[in-house]
Structure formats: structure tokens, C-alpha cells
């Protein structure tokens, strides 16, 4: 079995920073009559906006999901309707799981007396991540057309429209009434750019360092360029904002994805190098196992662990209180390892049969850290037999059986007289 090591960093860091970036942004205030209300940080303290550029990793997401999809495609041994379904009900089932535990949580606070407001925000926070599995669902099916599209015509002729409807929605948006409703075509076009970014990579037409030095020079320029357009500097949504770049997505969003995505393929050497170690190799395996509910589950246990600490009526700095000064983003990442900590559980505990799946993964990979059994980048290796005596490539060699009780045959075998 075989992985894209450096793809499976790029993962874990998307995951990561889309983890880290809500746990930053999202303040929930406690209130006189004990509820909890929704407040962000970038409304009073708009310098942080562009830290939101490092922490805004959707695109690297999507990149990776292509990356995957192309090639769990390529490798699968059945038709691509069989691929399609399990590829579904991997995405699928943990976000069945997420509202089917979130409903009974929510039941129970609705019956222990949970103000209404905390019920609110918990909902809207619990439901917001699952936004992703209809654009990601759609480009999934498609991975296939969308393979062929970049064989026949290359990854530029098939972003481009994609770019277009974007900028179109883009210039719509500001020529509009406020409050006019658009279509949400953006939500897939604008991630359908790093999502055939990996497809191409996958297919290997992104290779080398010229390519990816292209890609990130091309969305850093694009970044530059929009910004003195006067395109909002921050990559997320800012409470009381005219426009936001998420809501929909617009070209700033891409051309940052695009970036991200320049930038990852020119530190695949030194993610190689990285994860040789064993400490970042488990790391980034583990993450990658359990993408999909770290990214479901970390909104609700933020929301969890600041709700169960307000039920002493007490505001704890950086928890409950308003994020209004840099004090308060200071006493935030105090709580980080909290937070992490209760992820992981709620993550471990969703995950039946983990330790059986992770010391098959070790005993097929003793050094690396420990493989995902039906990982997207997976795929069997050929059977060979190889001279390992020669540095160069490995020569077929004929293998002949025998039995112990021939040694005619052993002689024949071994080239020795017997």
C-alpha cells in the first residue's frame, strides 16, 4: 500500500486550520439571564483580519479531496458506481452520526432548561460545518468528467469558467440592491478551482516545483490585485460587514485557495523530510483517519464545553466573555488544549474498532506511522519480485516453487548441482 505523504500534511493542516480559525473567531458571550450569544473578534479588532488568510484553509480541503477522489478512482478495481457509493457513505455517514447525537444532546439541554439562546446558537453552530457536503458531494460524482475535462483540455481551460461565474456573482453582488438573493452557484464553482487543482495534481500535470512556484505566484497576484479593488481583507465572514468573501465565495477566496495550493505543492520536499519522523507521521495519519468528524465535531464541542462551564453562572475570560480587546485572544488560546483535548475524545469514541484498524495499518506499515485502510490515496501495490542488489530499476525475476523433498528441483532453482 502506497501514500501521498505530502498530500496527507496538506490534509491535516487544512483540517486544522479550519478547526483553529472557528475556535478563534467564534466568541459566545454569557449573558445576564444566563444564554449565550454569537460574537466574532474581527468586528472589534479588525487588524486580525489577515491572520484569517493562514487560518482560512477550505481551499487546501477541497485541493486534497480532488487529489483523493482521483486517485481512489483510478486504482478502484470495480466499476465507478461501487467507487461512488462507499466514497459517499464514508462522507455521509458521520454527518448522520453528528445530527443524530446532536438531536438527542439538544433534547436533553431543551428538557434540563437551556435558554433559548443557547439552544439557538448551539443549533446554527452544530448544522453551519455541514455546508461543505453538498458542494463536495456534487464534485465527488463528477470526478470522473472532471478527470477526462483536464486530460483533454488542461487545468486552465477548466478553471476558467468556473473563475468567470465567480467574478460574475462578484460583480452582481455590488451592482445589486443589498438584500438581493443570488443563486448559490459560487458554492460550487468557487471550490471546484482547488478541487480540479487536484485532480490535475493527481494526474500528475502540477509536478515540480515550476508548477507550484506558477500557482502561487498566480493566486498572490491575484490576492494583490483584489485587495486594492477593495475587496474585504479578511477571508471570513465579519459580523455587520456590507460583504463578506465566504457568503458567498468570491474571487478573493479563490485566488487564496489557489495560493495555499501553489504554496503546499512547493513544500512537498520538506513535508517528505517532516514526516519522516515518527511523532509528525502519526500526527498527521491520525488526523487524516478521522478528517471528517474532527471537522464536524469541533463547532458542537466548542459550544459544549463553553456551554457546561456557564451552568456556574460565572464568565470565564476568554470563554464567555466579549471579544472585544487582544486580551481576550490571548486567554482563548488558553483554552485551546481544553478544547483539543475533548475533540480527540469525542473523536476516539465515534470511532468503533479504531485500535483493531490501527494495528492492521502498523503491521502494513511498520515505519510510517500507520495507514488508513480505505484512504483515498491508497492503492495496492503491484506484486513483484525485484533484484535488490541493483540501484537501479528493479529487474522481474522468475520465481520457481519447489519442495524440500525435491532437491532435483531445488538444484534447477538455485543454479546448484545436487
Known amino acids: 500500500m502506497s501514500r501521498d505523504r505530502a498530500v496527507d500534511a496538506l490534509r491535516a493542516y487544512a483540517i486544522g486550520g479550519v478547526v483553529l480559525g472557528h475556535w478563534l473567531v467564534t466568541g459566545l458571550v454569557l449573558t445576564g439571564d444566563g444564554g449565550l450569544h454569537q460574537a466574532s473578534p474581527l468586528t472589534a479588532l479588525p487588524d486580525l483580519a489577515p491572520m484569517t488568510w493562514v487560518l482560512q484553509t477550505l481551499g487546501l480541503f477541497f485541493f486534497t479531496a480532488g487529489f483523493g477522489s482521483t486517485r481512489s478512482l483510478a486504482r478502484h478495481p470495480g466499476g465507478a458506481g461501487g467507487w461512488l457509493a462507499g466514497r459517499l457513505w464514508r462522507l455521509l455517514l458521520p454527518a448522520v452520526a453528528l445530527l443524530g447525537v446532536g438531536a438527542a444532546v439538544l433534547l436533553a439541554a431543551t428538557v434540563v432548561g437551556t435558554s433559548d439562546d443557547t439552544l439557538a446558537v448551539a443549533l446554527r453552530l452544530a448544522v453551519s460545518p455541514l455546508w461543505f457536503l453538498l458542494p463536495l458531494v456534487i464534485l465527488v460524482a463528477v470526478t470522473g468528467p472532471l478527470r477526462v475535462a483536464v486530460r483533454r483540455w488542461g487545468v486552465v481551460r477548466c478553471v476558467a469558467p468556473a473563475v468567470a461565474v465567480v467574478a460574475a456573482v462578484d460583480l452582481a453582488v455590488r451592482l445589486l440592491p443589498s438584500g438581493t438573493d443570488l443563486p448559490p452557484v459560487t458554492v460550487l ?68 485557495a489557489v495560493t495555499q495550493v501553489g504554496l503546499g505543492l512547493l513544500a512537498r520536499p520538506a ?12 500526527a498527521v ?93 491508497c492503492a495496492p501495490a503491484a506484486p513483484q519480485v525485484y533484484d535488490h542488489r541493483r540501484s537501479g530499476p528493479p529487474d522481474l525475476q522468475e520465481v520457481i516453487a519447489v519442495r524440500d523433498s525435491d532437491p532435483p528441483s531445488r538444484g534447477r532453482a538455485d543454479g546448484q548441482s545436487r
Do not use: K
Open 285 to 377: 495519519t491520525e488526523v487524516n483517519r478521522s478528517a471528517v468528524r474532527i471537522y464536524l465535531w469541533h463547532q458542537p464541542v466548542l459550544v459544549a464545553v463553553t456551554a457546561l462551564t456557564a451552568r456556574g453562572g460565572l464568565a470565564l475570560p476568554g470563554l464567555h466573555t466579549a471579544p472585544d480587546a487582544p486580551g481576550w485572544v490571548l486567554a482563548r488560546c488558553c483554552w485551546l488544549p481544553l478544547l483539543a483535548v475533548v475533540l480527540v475524545t469525542v473523536v476516539r469514541v465515534g470511532q468503533p474498532g479504531r485500535g483493531v484498524r490501527a494495528g492492521a495499518a502498523r503491521r502494513r506499515q511498520p515505519g510510517g506511522g500507520g495507514l488508513s485502510g480505505r484512504s483515498a490515496e
Open 189 to 256: 464553482a468557487a471550490w471546484s478551482v482547488p478541487y480540479l487543482l487536484g485532480v490535475a495534481h493527481a494526474d500528475g500535470r502540477l509536478d515540480g516545483r515550476r508548477a507550484g512556484a506558477t500557482v502561487a505566484a498566480g493566486g498572490a497576484v491575484a490576492l494583490a490585485a483584489l485587495v486594492a479593488l477593495g475587496y474585504p481583507v479578511s477571508a471570513v465572514g465579519v459580523p455587520g460587514a456590507g460583504v463578506s468573501n465566504l457568503n458567498p465565495p468570491s474571487l478573493l477566496v479563490v485566488a487564496l
Open 271 to 282: 513535508l517528505h523530510r517532516l514526516l519522516t519522523r515518527p511523532l509528525p507521521g502519526r
